[in-house]
Protein backbone atom coordinates (compact mmCIF):
# COMPACT_ATOMS: atom_id res chain seq x y z
CA UNK A 1 0.00 0.00 0.00
CA UNK A 2 1.55 3.26 -0.92
CA UNK A 3 2.42 5.80 1.93
CA UNK A 4 0.86 9.30 1.83
CA UNK A 5 3.18 12.42 2.50
CA UNK A 6 0.75 15.33 3.90
CA UNK A 7 3.71 18.17 4.65
CA UNK A 8 2.80 19.75 8.11
CA UNK A 9 3.91 21.95 10.63
CA UNK A 10 4.48 19.74 13.03
CA UNK A 11 3.13 21.86 15.99
CA UNK A 12 0.21 22.07 14.31
CA UNK A 13 -0.46 17.69 13.54
CA UNK A 14 -2.75 16.90 16.69
CA UNK A 15 -4.22 13.38 17.22
CA UNK A 16 -7.21 14.96 15.75
CA UNK A 17 -5.90 15.96 12.59
CA UNK A 18 -4.12 13.45 12.68
CA UNK A 19 -7.26 11.29 12.12
CA UNK A 20 -8.49 13.86 9.61
CA UNK A 21 -5.66 13.02 7.40
CA UNK A 22 -6.18 9.19 7.39
CA UNK A 23 -9.89 9.22 6.84
CA UNK A 24 -9.51 11.78 4.19
CA UNK A 25 -6.95 9.71 2.32
CA UNK A 26 -8.50 6.34 3.14
CA UNK A 27 -6.18 5.50 6.09
CA UNK A 28 -3.35 5.17 4.97
CA UNK A 29 -0.04 5.05 5.99
CA UNK A 30 0.77 8.35 6.00
CA UNK A 31 4.24 10.63 6.79
CA UNK A 32 4.26 13.99 8.63
CA UNK A 33 6.92 16.59 7.39
CA UNK A 34 8.59 19.22 9.00
CA UNK A 35 9.94 22.08 6.55
CA UNK A 36 14.18 22.78 7.47
CA UNK A 37 15.75 25.69 6.61
CA UNK A 38 18.37 23.54 4.91
CA UNK A 39 16.90 20.38 3.41
CA UNK A 40 13.45 21.09 2.64
CA UNK A 41 11.39 18.50 4.02
CA UNK A 42 12.63 16.16 7.05
CA UNK A 43 10.34 12.79 8.27
CA UNK A 44 9.02 13.57 11.57
CA UNK A 45 7.27 10.43 12.54
CA UNK A 46 5.36 7.67 10.30
CA UNK A 47 1.82 7.21 10.94
CA UNK A 48 -0.19 3.78 10.31
CA UNK A 49 -3.24 2.97 9.16
CA UNK A 50 -3.46 0.64 12.02
CA UNK A 51 -3.54 3.46 14.36
CA UNK A 52 -6.20 5.85 12.95
CA UNK A 53 -9.01 3.15 11.57
CA UNK A 54 -12.34 4.20 12.74
CA UNK A 55 -14.20 2.01 10.83
CA UNK A 56 -17.23 0.54 12.87
CA UNK A 57 -16.00 -2.57 12.61
CA UNK A 58 -12.94 -2.28 14.71
CA UNK A 59 -15.24 -0.82 17.38
CA UNK A 60 -14.43 -2.56 20.90
CA UNK A 61 -17.20 -2.00 23.71
CA UNK A 62 -14.94 1.08 25.62
CA UNK A 63 -15.13 3.24 22.30
CA UNK A 64 -16.40 6.32 22.44
CA UNK A 65 -19.20 7.18 20.43
CA UNK A 66 -18.04 9.44 17.06
CA UNK A 67 -19.75 12.29 16.55
CA UNK A 68 -19.50 13.86 12.60
CA UNK A 69 -19.37 17.67 12.86
CA UNK A 70 -20.39 19.65 9.70
CA UNK A 71 -19.87 22.73 9.40
CA UNK A 72 -17.79 25.91 7.19
CA UNK A 73 -16.79 27.81 10.70
CA UNK A 74 -13.67 26.63 11.87
CA UNK A 75 -13.52 28.27 14.88
CA UNK A 76 -17.40 26.42 15.33
CA UNK A 77 -15.49 23.11 14.55
CA UNK A 78 -12.44 23.89 17.03
CA UNK A 79 -15.26 24.89 19.65
CA UNK A 80 -17.41 21.40 18.87
CA UNK A 81 -14.56 19.59 19.12
CA UNK A 82 -13.19 21.06 22.45
CA UNK A 83 -16.44 20.75 24.07
CA UNK A 84 -17.31 17.24 23.27
CA UNK A 85 -14.12 15.38 23.02
CA UNK A 86 -13.80 14.21 27.04
CA UNK A 87 -17.01 11.91 25.93
CA UNK A 88 -17.08 11.15 22.24
CA UNK A 89 -14.89 10.93 18.93
CA UNK A 90 -15.15 13.80 16.89
CA UNK A 91 -14.59 14.07 12.92
CA UNK A 92 -14.78 17.79 11.86
CA UNK A 93 -15.62 18.23 8.08
CA UNK A 94 -15.38 21.82 7.10
CA UNK A 95 -16.65 21.23 3.31
CA UNK A 96 -20.49 19.72 2.80
CA UNK A 97 -19.69 18.29 -0.59
CA UNK A 98 -17.22 15.82 1.04
CA UNK A 99 -19.68 14.23 3.47
CA UNK A 100 -20.57 11.17 0.49
CA UNK A 101 -17.11 10.55 0.88
CA UNK A 102 -16.65 10.41 4.10
CA UNK A 103 -19.42 8.54 4.71
CA UNK A 104 -18.06 5.57 2.60
CA UNK A 105 -15.25 5.73 4.94
CA UNK A 106 -16.26 6.21 8.74
CA UNK A 107 -19.39 5.44 10.68
CA UNK A 108 -20.74 7.94 12.86
CA UNK A 109 -23.11 7.67 15.50
CA UNK A 110 -24.41 11.01 15.56
CA UNK A 111 -24.47 14.17 13.28
CA UNK A 112 -24.51 17.34 14.26
CA UNK A 113 -24.85 19.47 11.03
CA UNK A 114 -25.03 23.36 10.59
CA UNK A 115 -28.01 24.86 8.16
CA UNK A 116 -26.43 27.52 6.82
CA UNK A 117 -22.95 26.89 4.38
CA UNK A 118 -21.61 28.49 1.05
CA UNK A 119 -21.46 25.17 -0.68
CA UNK A 120 -24.38 22.83 0.25
CA UNK A 121 -27.13 23.51 2.91
CA UNK A 122 -27.42 21.28 6.15
CA UNK A 123 -31.19 20.28 4.81
CA UNK A 124 -29.82 19.33 2.13
CA UNK A 125 -27.34 16.97 3.75
CA UNK A 126 -30.44 14.74 5.59
CA UNK A 127 -30.99 12.87 2.07
CA UNK A 128 -27.40 12.29 1.58
CA UNK A 129 -26.92 10.94 4.84
CA UNK A 130 -30.14 8.93 4.48
CA UNK A 131 -28.74 7.53 1.40
CA UNK A 132 -26.20 5.51 3.04
CA UNK A 133 -28.40 2.03 4.89
CA UNK A 134 -26.52 2.19 7.53
CA UNK A 135 -27.99 5.65 8.49
CA UNK A 136 -31.51 5.70 7.86
CA UNK A 137 -31.88 5.62 11.78
CA UNK A 138 -28.94 7.39 13.05
CA UNK A 139 -29.18 10.89 14.99
CA UNK A 140 -28.85 14.17 13.25
CA UNK A 141 -29.03 17.31 15.49
CA UNK A 142 -28.89 20.91 13.95
CA UNK A 143 -26.75 23.69 15.20
CA UNK A 144 -27.72 26.67 13.33
CA UNK A 145 -27.29 30.86 13.48
CA UNK A 146 -30.90 30.59 11.84
CA UNK A 147 -33.43 30.46 14.57
CA UNK A 148 -36.66 30.45 13.00
CA UNK A 149 -39.79 28.53 13.62
CA UNK A 150 -39.47 27.48 9.92
CA UNK A 151 -35.98 26.58 9.93
CA UNK A 152 -36.08 23.94 13.23
CA UNK A 153 -40.03 22.49 11.24
CA UNK A 154 -38.28 21.70 8.12
CA UNK A 155 -34.95 20.58 9.83
CA UNK A 156 -37.25 18.02 12.02
CA UNK A 157 -39.41 17.29 8.87
CA UNK A 158 -36.36 16.11 7.32
CA UNK A 159 -35.95 13.37 10.38
CA UNK A 160 -33.49 15.66 12.34
CA UNK A 161 -34.21 14.76 16.15
CA UNK A 162 -33.21 18.27 17.55
CA UNK A 163 -32.49 22.11 15.82
CA UNK A 164 -30.56 24.16 18.17
CA UNK A 165 -29.44 27.67 17.87
CA UNK A 166 -26.39 28.93 18.18
CA UNK A 167 -24.63 30.50 20.38
CA UNK A 168 -25.24 27.28 21.98
CA UNK A 169 -25.12 26.02 25.78
CA UNK A 170 -22.30 22.90 26.19
CA UNK A 171 -24.08 21.74 28.90
CA UNK A 172 -27.43 21.66 26.95
CA UNK A 173 -25.35 20.47 23.59
CA UNK A 174 -24.03 17.19 25.56
CA UNK A 175 -27.45 16.08 27.46
CA UNK A 176 -29.39 16.49 23.68
CA UNK A 177 -26.61 14.20 22.41
CA UNK A 178 -26.30 11.87 24.86
CA UNK A 179 -30.16 11.38 24.94
CA UNK A 180 -29.48 10.15 21.41
CA UNK A 181 -26.63 8.07 21.35
CA UNK A 182 -27.47 4.79 22.66
Known sequence: MA???????????????RLHISQLYGARPFRVYRKTK????????????????????????????LI???????????TL???LSNDYKVFTLPKPAQLEKV????????????????????????PIIRSFEKHKETPVIFLSSAGTIDHASVALALGACEYMVKPFNPDKLREKIAKHII
Open 38 to 65: AMGYKILRNESKQNFDMSKNNKNAGDKP
Open 68 to 78: LVVDDSPVILK
Open 3 to 17: THDVKVAPDLVTRAS
Open 81 to 83: SSV
Open 103 to 126: LQKITPDLFLLDYQMPEINGFELI
